[in-house]
């Protein structure tokens, strides 16, 4: 298999990348030297390197944790809480792991479907708690979330 070289130099001294970088695949920091060569006899040269810094994008989708105490949130994973909870506890901690930097992985959570408005969520760490009276939960059906 062929493998391009990531960089390319024009005779002007512009330097092209020749493929297409990912941030999150990246292993080696990229540094680049470039040698100039007079036609001179001998011929004198110098060199001089410099460091590509590949900034992130927002590429990546959160993605939800799962754990024993931790359950994911694939639309599969069912919790469940006391019906005589009192409005504050936890119900349950959801996580989730963005592999961008920065802001591009910083996640917020909120209650996308929540009938009756029984439980609230912290934005910022994925606790869901009670919010509401239990006890006047119409149905099972509405208590699961
Ligand atoms: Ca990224
Ligand atoms: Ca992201």
Not at 54 to 83: H, K, M, T, W, Y
Not at 102 to 129: C, H, K, R, W
């Amino acid at each position: 298999m062929i493998q391009r070289r990531p960089f390319e130099i024009y005779l002007t001294g512009v330097i092209k990348s020749n493929v297409k970088f990912d941030r999150e695949t990246l292993k080696d920091i990229l540094k680049v030297t470039v040698i100039a060569m007079d036609h001179g006899q001998p011929p004198l040269s110098s060199e001089c390197s410099f460091i590509v810094d590949v900034i992130d994008i927002n590429d990546n989708a959160p993605q939800f944790l799962s754990g024993e105490n931790v359950p994911g949130c694939n639309g599969r994973d069912e919790g469940s809480v006391s019906r005589d909870s009192s409005v504050g506890d936890v119900a349950l901690n959801i996580r989730a792991f963005d592999i961008d930097t920065d802001e591009n992985a910083q996640v917020v959570y909120s209650l996308l479907d929540n009938p009756g408005n029984y439980f609230g969520i912290m934005t910022d760490s994925g606790i869901i708690s009670v919010n509401g009276n239990l006890s006047n939960a119409v149905s099972e059906k509405e208590m699961k979330y």
